[in-house]
């Protein structure tokens, strides 16, 4: 791909995903525009087995941008990488087309496999700010995982995943999350949770006085027929 052809689909990309661009020169300003393009040099030596000019490519990328992608990943049409500090993806990582990260994100191996080691990443999927998805499984396509995340398996399509370690809190959600960049009205399991217990605490409170209500009530007067 052209330099100039490259530009004009992140044009496209940046429009499309981040409000806060008010012209298309800009892009030149992000991060992503760099290290995206440097990876897809670097891939391409990769590629070819030329490793250390594909490292060489990307570690510089890396410095400049603080986005580190490792040319053996896999990536497809429309990657979008929002802000952009502290991104890390793995070698053996695969992401599909329309994919899009914000700052912080991890998508990494356990150390403890060889060969596949990296999650695969659907179309459509949105990765919040310091999202962590570790290990070689698949996030199915038109997914939301949300900010600070731990993933750690498998993430059915058209899910949304809030949590550590994660936990999928709603399903079937057919908004492709690249046109619903929404990161912070996600389900909150945990609050939920604790708004159940908060119920049954109360409940159990009113149960409770009952009780010691009708004992009180039961000794006075069992103290009443003795006294007759």
Do not use: C
């Amino acid at each position: 791909m052209s330099w100039f052809k490259y530009y004009k689909e992140q044009v496209k990309i940046i429009r499309e995903r981040d409000p806060a661009i008010k012209n298309d020169l800009e892009v030149l300003l992000y991060p992503s525009f760099k290290a995206i393009y440097s990876y897809r040099k670097a891939h391409k030596h990769y590629l070819k087995k030329h490793f250390f000019r594909a490292r060489y490519i990307s570690q510089r990328a890396a410095r400049k941008t603080g986005i580190e992608i490792h040319p053996g990943a896999t990536i497809g049409e429309g990657f979008f990488i929002d802000h952009g500090n502290g991104v890390i993806i793995g070698e053996t990582t695969i992401i599909g087309d329309n994919v899009t990260l914000y700052q912080g994100v991890t998508l990494g191996g356990t150390g403890k496999e060889s060969g596949k080691r990296h999650p695969t990443i659907g179309d459509n999927v949105m990765i919040s700010a310091g999202a962590k998805v570790i290990g070689s499984f698949t996030i199915g396509e038109n997914s939301k995982i949300g900010a600070g995340s731990v993933v750690l398996s498998e993430v059915p399509p058209n899910s949304t995943v809030v949590g550590i370690p994660g936990r999928v809190v709603k399903r079937e959600d057919v908004r492709l999350p690249r046109l619903d960049l929404d990161q912070t009205h996600l389900p909150d399991p945990v609050l939920n949770d604790l708004n159940v217990l908060k119920q049954e605490n109360e409940e159990l409170k009113i149960a409770f006085k009952k009780l010691v209500d009708r004992i009180e009530k039961d000794e006075k007067e069992f103290k009443n027929q003795q006294n007759k």
